[in-house]
């Protein structure tokens, strides 16, 4: 039997959500990614903060841990698209467990611009077998059915 990891980072809530649906229509548990450091309430300030972490390439302390990693065979990571790739927070959690020998189902919302750079920086920061990012946006039950089982 496959055990699906769901993993998610969210600033505003929309990744939550959808990592929520993804977690009921694929029977996963839920992980929370959270960052020891507190973004900007706001979205300017944010998108500063996110721009000088791609910059010098910080790699945000990571506070929250997943139990029994190992048991996991597949993981379904979530993120919102910061700067056309997913968030720094992603490559801090992506350095801290073994992703060899799993399945990486990366997954993203965003603004209009779509996944982008997500899946390759995130194949090149793991040694899991990385897919192709799920464009989450307004998805449904079914489309979230299809992917999972990789049609
Ligand atoms: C720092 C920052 C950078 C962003 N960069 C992009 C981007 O490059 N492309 C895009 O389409 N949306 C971008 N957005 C919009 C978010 O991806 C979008 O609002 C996302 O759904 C928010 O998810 P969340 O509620 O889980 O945080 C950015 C938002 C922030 C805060």
Redesign the pocket.
């Known amino acids: 039997m496959s055990k699906l990891l769901v993993a998610y980072f ?7 959500a959808a990592a929520e649906k993804i977690a009921r229509v694929g029977d996963g548990t839920l992980f929370e990614i959270v960052t020891a450091k507190k973004y900007p309430a706001g ?1 300017a300030a ?2 500063i903060v ?1 721009k000088k972490e791609q910059i010098v390439r910080e790699l945000p302390e990571i506070v929250s841990h997943v139990d029994d990693f190992e048991s996991y065979d597949t993981v379904a990571l979530g993120f ?5 790739t997913c968030p720094r927070a992603i490559l801090s959690f992506l350095s801290q467990y073994d992703f060899s020998g799993k399945k990486v189902l990366p997954f993203c ?5 779509g996944p982008r750079k997500s899946a390759s920086d995130i194949r090149a920061a793991c040694a899991g077998d990385v897919r192709e990012c799920f464009d989450a946006n307004g998805a449904t039950d079914d489309a979230v059915r299809r992917w999972l089982a990789g049609e």
């Not at 919302?109 to 611009?113: A, E, K, L, P, V």
């Open positions: 969210s600033k505003s809530g929309i990744t939550r979205y944010t998108v996110a919102p698209v910061w700067w056309f919302t965003h603004g209009g611009s």
